[in-house]
């Protein structure tokens, strides 16, 4: 990996554009159907596509899933090349990326309006200290770009987690509301977890309750 090289928060970007896009699905009450299920323990995922039934189908909160593709950028699969999309220079970023050793992800979103809105993200990496990396500088860029409070050591959660929390969000972070944000490295896989809520104790709250189970759901560490 070379030294020196983080990653832009691309993935504050993505909750920033999901925000702004919960705008226009406000009125959106079709849930997904599916209920909490701890995920097998077996081999690691080959793809993308395999890496999708081990990421969480509810989240407590009760929100709405978003389908994939009614976000912007869409959700679901993602891969080095749309990861690095998100980014001003997209080759830059790709080259990051590999050098985190990133294979492919999932995204997955839900949300009842542009204050209420929950996002998961499971990365998979060729090996445990890319994972590891990639969630470390990912929590301290957004870190920065957030202007929140980063809790390196959080209580109650694994070691290698971060949790942000930002209580009242700057104008030109385009949180619409108090927000928590948490990245781990668990094995190979990078987990994030987002949410806005009414309060920064309940975006905390979701999100501690949405990352313990999606840590539950991927093979052991």
Known sequence: M???RRPRPVRGAVLLAVVAGLL????CTRAVAGTPTAGAVGPLPGSAEEL???IVTDVPSGRARLPDDEVHPPAGAKRAEDVAGYAADPAREREVLEDYGYRYGWERFWGDGPTSMT???VDQFDARAGAGAYAEDLARNDAEHYDGELDEHPP???GGCRLLTVEEPRPAAALMGPAALAWCGHGVFSV???AVGPTVDAA???V????AEQLDRLPPR
Not at 208 to 211: Q, Y
């Open 2 to 4: 070379t030294s020196g």
């Open 24 to 27: 226009s699905l406000t009125g």
């Open 52 to 54: 999708e039934p081990l």
């Open 119 to 121: 996002g998961v993200f």
């Open 156 to 158: 109650d959660l694994p």
């Open 192 to 194: 994030g977890v987002t």
């Open 204 to 206: 905390e709250a979701e």
């Open 208 to 211: 501690r309750a949405v990352l």
